[in-house]
């Protein structure tokens, strides 16, 4: 799936005049490939908004008795956010699809686990139909009107939804075929293990980790500033910074064939903005954070390729870093404050 460029006609008559003709060719040149795809002319791209992203807010009940309020974000399919109780206040997650007539199935998550759905049908500005258990064993009523919503529909409205800061989550990943790895926080605290299949048994252990390395788990963050500019801080070190622009992504891929790239980078275009139901800020094939990231105790994979989506559905940030030649590479977590 995608969105979003904005490219002005303007702006299109400008990259097509003939003083930038004979640049042109030769960027055409270098984007030609053996694989038999079409030669995409970069400047040309215009994009078609989704218009019917959101983010909104609902307030309501469930069975006329139990009074809740509900946070959802809208990207293509898919809902995600969350819900409260207004006697308790402690936010449940949820996540769900919604079709094109309307159709809502949403599932709530507690500590990992389905613990409710509620299916509906959204209309009008209001969200109604039955709450119900995992079994089924017991279902109530539900009515949810619209409170206030917010177009998702361009990379402006999406990153300035995502200003704040965001601080790390989680480290997950693998190292060759069969070692993996996670760091999270546990009751406040950072931990850190790993893993591997040895005699055909998954074999774990724990990772030591020293003050120098909570040090650096603790300052590691995202921040969308107030321009919607992005940034990625480990302690007082900034490891990138992409500035915002409304027309796509920040893409600073330098290798043009398709066929030499890792695949993941090479399901990127210039102009993609949403894949795989997450906002795509930013990609490089040319990342080296070594001297900044590895020098602890914890896994962590520091080179080659890296992507950058944002899930405004459950406020997060995930860090792609992989090689680009094997399989080695992690998803890095940050969740919004």
Known sequence: MKIITLLSISLLLVLGSCSNNNNKESAAADKETNT??????????????????????????????????????????????NYSYKSKGKAIQVFGTISPEGKVEISEINKGD??????????????????????????????????????????????????????????????????????????????????????????????????????????????????????????????????????????????KDKTKMNEQIAALYPDSFLLNNGYVVLADDKVDYNSTLNSGQFNIVTADNMILYYYPGNNMFELHIFEGACCDGNVITFKKK
């Open 36 to 81: 038999g795809l079409p030669i995409i002319n970069y400047d040309s791209i215009v994009f078609t908004p989704a218009t019917n992203d959101f983010a909104a807010s609902y307030e309501g009940s469930i069975d006329n008795k139990y009074d809740i309020s509900m946070q959802l974000v809208k990207t293509g399919p898919n809902l995600g956010g």
């Open 114 to 255: 389905i613990t409710g759905v509620f299916n509906g049908e959204l209309k009008d500005g209001t969200l109604s139909g039955t709450w119900s258990t995992p079994d089924n064993s017991k279902s109530m009523p539900f009515t949810l009107k619209q409170s206030n919503i917010a177009s998702m529909s361009t990379k402006a409205d999406v990153l300035s939804y995502a200003i704040g800061e965001y601080p790390l989550q989680s480290i997950t990943g693998n190292v060759g075929a069969n070692t993996m790895f996670d760091t999270y926080k546990e009751k406040g605290e950072w931990k850190s293990t790993a893993s591997s299949n040895i005699g055909g048994q998954r074999e774990g252990e724990d990772v030591g980790i020293n003050q120098k390395d909570r040090d650096m788990l603790n300052n590691m963050r995202i921040v969308v500033d107030d321009n919607m500019n992005v940034h990625f801080y480990a302690g007082l070190i900034e490891l990138f910074n992409s500035k915002f622009k409304s027309t796509g992504m920040d893409y600073r891929v330098r290798e």
